[in-house]
């Protein structure tokens, strides 16, 4: 699961063993906005289509995913769909995938389980099934956010799943009339008995009802003539705050590797201060003295300039006290143990509600982690890209949650 990754669908970061119980820690993508059941019964207990739409639309998308991935979920239902906020727009995600497994090709699974309500009826009857018992799973979930019912109270008796005149779904349901004709053609699609029957999935994830109707302007059709000046204007402070992210996270390491340098960690800040070096050179060079793009201007330049001229100072002077075979060859593991404790420091302050502290820790930690891509990068090193870009999500989450709180708590004073 680790390395599927889909805005639909909640991410997996890491799992560890817990140092005292041994049990298995998963650490997983943050949804601050709670489980779909939850946002269906605080609005009422059901939704109209327009309101679903969007949610639905989203489930086909991260359903997809996992089908073109061989995933069977086998337990989906709402109270498996995470929500998390992005700029106060809601973004579902399936999760929880205890019992979701790898079903390549031809294969067929015959494990009976999920939640009864929710289960298709090859499950219930204990035949063998494909990745079709989510489609299945999907049309329940439509079906109950649109009538707040479910498809049935009591678990069929086999005997009736065995019976051919017997369905679970009826299409002609009074509680679904009111639906629009291509929400209701799903339904009966997806709600089929029969497995063959059923809507195969690239019917599904191109329905008409699943169709995003938002229109998107064309890029130049957002802005007319008035707009060109005032859009130049924003390209040009978006390059000066590029400089100034960049100087702040030269800082952060900088402080750091004095830190170490003042605990009397020669090699560790050494390795920090070289790799430091490289990076404003690199920076440097791609600006040239005079130039009257604000990304280089004469003042934040020479910052860098004198930067650059103290970490020499520094790195030469350390330099004569450790010898080669004591030189630490990469800052990875340096610069992650300073992200963990900051990690953990945010942490920490979320549990006291200092908005404004966890806002620093995490940034901190997020400055670091962007240094650790920018070095990874450059060393080919595709293992020590994959954990950095993990860590690099999980945090970027956290600074973003602990600012918008941090704003809300100045704009209410």
Sequence with gaps: MKNIRHENIVRLYDETKHPSSNSLCLVLEYCEAGDFEKYITTNGGLLDEKQAKPFFIQ???GLKHLHESNVIHRDLKPENLLLALDNGKYILKIADFGLARILDGPEMA?????????????????????????????????YRTLTSKHLFQKMPELLQLTNPNFHLFNPNTPDIQSLSPQCKDLLTRLLQDNPLER???????????LKD???????????????????????????????????????????????????????????????????????????????????????SEKLLEMCYEDIMTKATNIRGRIKNDEIVKHPVRIILDHVFEKGLLGAQY??????????????????????????????GTVVCQNEVFNYTELYKQRYNYSNSKRQNVHISM
């Design 59 to 61: 489930l086909a998308k």
């Design 110 to 142: 015959q494990t009976q389980c999920g939640t009864k309500h929710y289960m298709a009826p090859e499950i219930q009857k204990g035949s063998k099934y494909t990745d079709k018992v989510d489609l299945w799973s999907a049309g329940v979930i439509i």
């Design 199 to 209: 809507i195969d999935w690239d019917s599904f994830c191109n329905h008409p009802f």
């Design 213 to 299: 109707d938002t229109k998107k302007p064309l890029f130049w059709q957002q802005y007319d003539s008035k707009d060109i000046e005032q859009y130049s204007t924003k390209i040009q402070e978006s390059m000066v705050r590029k400089h100034e992210e960049k100087q702040k996270l030269i800082n952060v390491i900088k402080k750091l590797a004095d830190d170490l340098l003042n605990k009397g960690k020669y090699k560790e800040s050494f390795v920090l201060y070289v790799e430091l070096l490289s990076d404003i050179k690199l920076h440097l060079s791609k600006g040239t003295k005079g130039n009257s793009s604000p990304e280089f201007s004469v003042d």
């Design 350 to 379: 979320e549990k006291e509600q200092n908005w404004s502290a966890a806002t620093d820790a995490y940034f901190n930690g997020l400055s670091c982690l962007y240094f650790l891509e920018n070095y990874c990068s450059k060393q």
